[in-house]
């Protein structure tokens, strides 16, 4: 089993649609957890973090649920520059940061 | 700021014939990653470094790959001999230490073709 696991998509939506992704992680002693967008052909970048009591961040609402060990992203309002590839990442300890595969989402007009 | 800077960013090789990369981190960050993203995938660490100290090379190839942070600035990324299946992009990034925000900071990568 993988140590993060995401749906690869992608996720076509139209604009102004609601998409939510989620990701799980195996091993239960993880401390930390963040969201990372990468577009194509471009380096990864930190969107948000995830905070046990879920927090959010204008349109970007992550949430986090350690007793089934997964985290989401929700997006309201898509808009077409939300187009990307999502990165679920998992701090395992001792600052070893785990990347997961990535969800991609297209938004349309 | 400068961000961090790695070079080449594209490198088109034979197999069997070797490779470097380099990478030049955020001033002032003491911890250095190489990563290996394959198409379709997300990062796969390397190695990390705090410093110069290799802390976590436990991914890292070491029959064909080796890595050097002889400062604690500047690293190199050295593959000898390629094979086919090394073919990907090879970031790197920095943080601060002891940082627990997760925020890495990634060059803009280093995409090697081995054919």
């Known amino acids: 089993r993988k140590e993060v696991e995401q749906d690869p998509g992608p996720f076509n939506v139209p604009e102004g649609a609601t998409v939510a992704f989620n990701c799980t992680y195996s091993?239960?002693?993880?401390?930390?957890f963040f969201w990372y967008r990468q577009d194509c052909r471009k380096e990864p970048k930190l969107l948000m973090s995830v905070y046990s009591s879920g927090n959010e961040d204008g349109r970007f609402t992550a949430q986090l649920n350690r007793a089934s060990q997964y985290i989401s992203l929700l997006i309201r309002d898509s808009k077409l520059s939300d187009s990307a590839t999502y990165l679920c990442v998992v701090n395992t300890g001792f600052q070893k940061l785990v990347f997961g595969t990535g969800t991609r989402l297209l938004v349309s007009p | 700021e400068a961000g961090v800077v790695q070079s080449p960013r594209y490198k088109i090789i034979e197999k069997k014939q070797p490779v470097a990369f380099w990478c030049n981190p955020i001033?002032?960050?003491?911890?250095l990653y190489w990563y290996r993203q394959n198409l379709g995938q997300g990062p796969e660490l390397l190695i990390r470094y705090e410093n110069e100290e290799a802390v976590d090379d436990s991914q890292l190839p070491k029959d064909r790959f080796s890595a050097e942070r002889l400062k604690g600035v500047d690293s190199t990324l050295k593959i000898q001999p390629a094979e086919l299946g090394d073919s990907a992009v090879y970031l790197c990034?920095?943080?601060?230490?002891?940082?627990?925000?997760?925020?890495?900071?990634f060059g803009e990568g280093s995409r090697l073709t081995v054919l």
């Open positions: 001033s002032g960050h003491n911890t």
């Open positions: 990034a920095s943080s601060l230490s002891g940082s627990n925000t997760g925020e890495l900071f």
């Open positions: 091993n239960s002693a993880s401390q930390s």
